[in-house]
């Protein structure tokens, strides 16, 4: 079983940008905590970050995956093209966003992405990553007959 997390714009700079909002833990951190996720339950994980919108379609486009966690970042609010791309994939996919975007600016609280999605995951910190990524491993393994 292959599992993607895919991280959008700004997302390299946690623990760096807004700590207040984001928290202290840095970018590294995140990718550390899901890799040894990932160990425990025996499961392929990609992680990618870009700051571009066609890079992450590019990555999505060429993977072969049983299930996203994705953070667009800032292209939740208008990242159209990300959208379709996301609407195309038939795997379950969850949102995550580590800060709650509905107690933050009014543009932040809509999402252009969500719809496409299984499911979403918002304001719990980096512990949100890890909550979408057993709700994948306990849908897709229960399909499994485990």
Known sequence: MKFLVVNGPNLNMLGVRDKNIY???SYRDLV???NKW???KE???MIF???HEGEMIDFLQ???FDGLVINPGAL???GYSLRDALETISVPKIEVHISNVHKREEFRRKSVTAEVCDGQIIGLGILGYILAL???YQKLTEKAGF
Do not use: V
């Open 23 to 25: 928290g202290s833990r």
């Open 134 to 136: 057993e709700y994948l």
């Open 43 to 45: 499961i392929e994980l």
């Open 76 to 78: 939740t609010h208008y």
């Open 32 to 34: 550390d905590i899901l």
């Open 49 to 51: 970050q870009s700051n």
């Open 62 to 64: 060429r993977e072969q």
């Open 38 to 40: 990932a160990k425990e």
